[in-house]
Each structure stands twice: as structure tokens, then as C-alpha cells.
């Protein structure tokens, strides 16, 4: 197909959906690619047993159209996946969106034509789309990290990846199964994994924190007063540093202005109530390691608890400061290795060697299975932006442009890629944050900032060289302040072997918002915008 539109988007999760409703509601022509058969992003892919969203229901979800929120029901605290993929569908019915998203399509390349000031945009299934906006709703975590172990096309039992989990779900009842890693997708899936397997052996490179969900159906009543004001909830949880949470309770003083029983008594009441809520127990928990090692005690306690085998508690006691990685939330993952068909091997000291026929190798040990399960993560938010062939001014390849790790402005714009947009891209509060939240601020953002463009005859914006460099400098300067680059995360790349060491989401939303409002009250200060040449 060769069509010439006015934008081009890559990705039909939360983010391409939203910014494809936007733009075609000013008028614009738009096409969605997007490689899945189906909408929904990372909750297309991610089918593993357990998977669901660490954000509460009531707040993961789109609140541009009020109609929406109110008629949509919601029937966990926290939502699994098959339901926000329902939800996912759902708009995408609602709105139409379809017809304008070709599926099963990847981009190939995407080059910026200098003279024409418009984008060529190739596919996989042959199709040439010149457009004038290039806008990447790609995902922070839809490129998958799979080691490549030795022997890996040995190995006689299935493999699978928690991130491309396949579409009719796998049943492990009678196996022997290796879980590989002990991230999110980890501390979810074993406990139902477990609860299938003959045996299943869980290969753990660096012990992590997990609280509590205590997931629950949702309480009508609680469901109707946030929808008696659906509004104020949401206005309250963009004042949040992380865009979400405005329900519970955040307690600013230091934890050490309290005493150890204060401490503990404050930590207790939040590991009750569950979830990410137990980070705000003290206001300097991110901050000061001496307040975060309480924390962090407090829940090596719980585990040396939970857990009845002591040197299997102490392997599964983390070592780094809490929330540096991100903090998991778990429904069972502890009492799990108190079965006895569940066995915790460590690979920190000695790392998977290679796969073998019957299984893999570490510590000079073969452990034998069915099935592996490879929990290992993703290249995350600049995996799927730098695996497209894109293009900027001259021949700028996008790989080249960010060889010293990835340089936005505002992570939104990027220096020599005039008209390309990064939804929730490197620079920006992305995944610290309740992702759908800032999805519709920077659908907002660019709605708004392509409707000026097009008012004022405008035919590009670009980021200048000076505010993205500042840009880089402020987003490392704020995370510098906290914890956050303490340990090795995947926030900082740092997963990934050869990745350059930068920290990449930008700490706090209110803040971020309010300099992308200046930014564009002031004629998009930072960017350099051009006229039409004729
Ligand atoms: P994560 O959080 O990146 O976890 C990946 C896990 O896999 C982590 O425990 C890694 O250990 C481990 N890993 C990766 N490579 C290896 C090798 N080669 N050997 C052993 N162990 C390995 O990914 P998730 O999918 O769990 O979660 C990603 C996000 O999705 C999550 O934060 C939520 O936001 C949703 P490491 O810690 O690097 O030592």
C-alpha cells in the first residue's frame, strides 16, 4: 500500500490508541502499525499466568472521555491481564479505532525526507507511507531481553518468554519446570506456576523486594464515590509524584525523626494494606539510605517470616536499597518456597553456564526440565525505538544519535529528527509513573503542539541541541539526588550487556508537567520551529 497521510504512529497499546482517537479528532489522516494481531501493547504480549498491573484498577485506565470511565467496571483492585486487555478492546470497539490500525505490520525504516520536510515510512508487508508526523508509541517495555546461553538450540524441552507469552496459555501440570530471573514477571508467575509443576527450580542472579497486593474484588461503594467525581480522583493522583496513589497515605517526615517501634508500626500498617503504598511510609525512603535501610530491614524481616527454610530466607533477602530496582507486588511469592516441589537456585556467584538437551548448567550442576521459563526482562524504553531503521536530517541514524545513550528533549523531541514525537520516551517521568497517565499528557502535549503547528503554517519542530543537552543533564541531576542509581536497574539499562549506563525516566510528574506546559505557553521554547519553505 502506498498511501501520504499527515502521521504515521508505531504501536497500538495505550499510546497509540490515544494519540490515534486525538489526531483524528482535529481532522488529521492518520495510520497506526503495529506488529501484533491485536491492540493493547504489552498487555498483548504479556499472557503469562498471573500477570497483572501493579497500579490500581480504578487508576489504570483512560479518562479522556468521561462516558468511558463511568460505564467501564472494573472488578479487581488490581487488574489482571485478560481484563485490561478486554478494557484495551474495548475502546478500541468503542472508538472505532481499527480502521485505521494495520496489524501484523512492523516498521522497517522511517527516514526523514530534508527537502519534502515529510517521512518515509516502510513496512515488513510492503508498504510506503510518507507522512508528516513520525510519532513512536512503541512501549518502555515491549522488547524482550533473552540471554543467549550456549547450547540454547539444544535444549529438547519449550522455552518461553514471560513477555511473549503465547495466545492459548501453556499448561505445565506434570512438568519439570526452570524459571529464570525473579523480576516482576518472575514474582508473579511462580506461585501459579508452582501450583501446576511437578517441580519447579526458580534461578535467582539478584533477590528482590516484593510487598503484598492483598488483591481483592472492588468494593461497589468505593468503586461509585470515585465515580461520584471520577474528576477530582484523577486531578488528585497528577499531584502525585508518581501520577497515582492519591488514596493512600503519604507520610512526608523522615523516617528517622520517628522511633524504631513508630518505624515499624508505620511499615506493618502499609504491608497490610498492600501495594506500592508501603514506599510512602517516609518521606525520605528514595533519598536517604540510612531511612531506606529500614525499610528495606523491615522486609527481610517479613521474609525470614514467611519463609520456613532459613538459608533459602536468607538467599531470598535482598541485598540492594529498596525501590532502587523496582519494587514488585506479589500475591503468595514467599510462602511459595515453602513447598516442596519449589526449589531456589542462586546464580549470582555462579551464572547459568549453558543449555544443554536435557536442561541447563550452572555451578558445574545439570538441572533437568521440561520447560523453561525465561523471566528476564526487557530493553527497556529504548529497545523498540532504536530496533526501527530510523532516519533524521542527513542520514542521522537514530542509533547513532544516542550511541552515548538516549538524548531527548523533554522526552519528547530528539535533535535531527524533525516532526518525531517518543510517547512516554526517554526523558520523561514514563515509568515511574502510572503509565496511562502520562500516555494521555504527552498525547495531550502533541495534540496540541501539532494543532499550533498547523495554525501557524508551521511545517516542522525540532529540539535544539542546547535544551535537549540541558534536558539530559536535569533528568541525571534529579536522579542523582535519590537512590535510584544505586544498583543496577533496568531504569539505568543496566540489564542489558552493552548499554550504556544512563538513568532514563525522568523523577517526579507534577514537576515535568508544568515545564512541558511552560514549554509550549512559550511558543515551544526549545524546539526550533520552520516555516514552509515555499
Ligand atoms: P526484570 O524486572 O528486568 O527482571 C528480569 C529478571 O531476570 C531479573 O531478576 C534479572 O536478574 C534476571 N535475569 C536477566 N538475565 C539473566 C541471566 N542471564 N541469568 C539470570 N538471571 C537473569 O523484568 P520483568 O519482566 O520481571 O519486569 C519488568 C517490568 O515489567 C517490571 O518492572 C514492571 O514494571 C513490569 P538481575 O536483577 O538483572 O540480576
Redesign the pocket.
Known sequence: MNESLDAVVVGAGFAGMAMLHRLRSMGLSVRVIERADGVGGTWHWNRYPGARC?VESMEYSYQFDDELQQEWEWTERYAAQPEILRYANHVADRFDLRDDISFETSVSSAVFDDDASRWTVTTDQGDTIDATYFILAVGC?SST?M?EFPGAEKFQGNTYH??QWPHEGVDFTGLRVGV???????IQSIPIIAEEATHLTV?Q??A?YAVPAHNRSLDPDAVAAIKADYGDFRARNSLQNGAFGANTDRNEAPAQSATQEERNAAFERRWQEGGFGFLRAFGDLALDPVSNEFAAEFVRAKIAEIVDDPQTAALLAPKQTIGC??LCVDTGYFETFNRDNVELID?SQA??ERLTPAGLVTGGREHEFDAIVF????DAMTGSILRIDIRGRNGLAIGDAWEAGPTTYLGLGVVGFPNMFTISGPGSPS?LTNMIVSIEQHVGWIGDCIDHLRSHDLQTIEATEEAASLWVDHVNAVAEMTLFTSC?S?YLGA?IEGKKRVFMPLIGYPPYVEMCDRVAANGYEGFALAGASV
Open positions: 501493579d517495555l531481553n540471554p514471560t513477555g529464570i530471573g525473579t523480576g516482576s514477571s518472575a534461578f542472579r539478584t528482590n530496582k523496582r546464580v551464572p547459568i523471566a528476564t526482562g526487557f515509568v543496577n533496568w540489564n
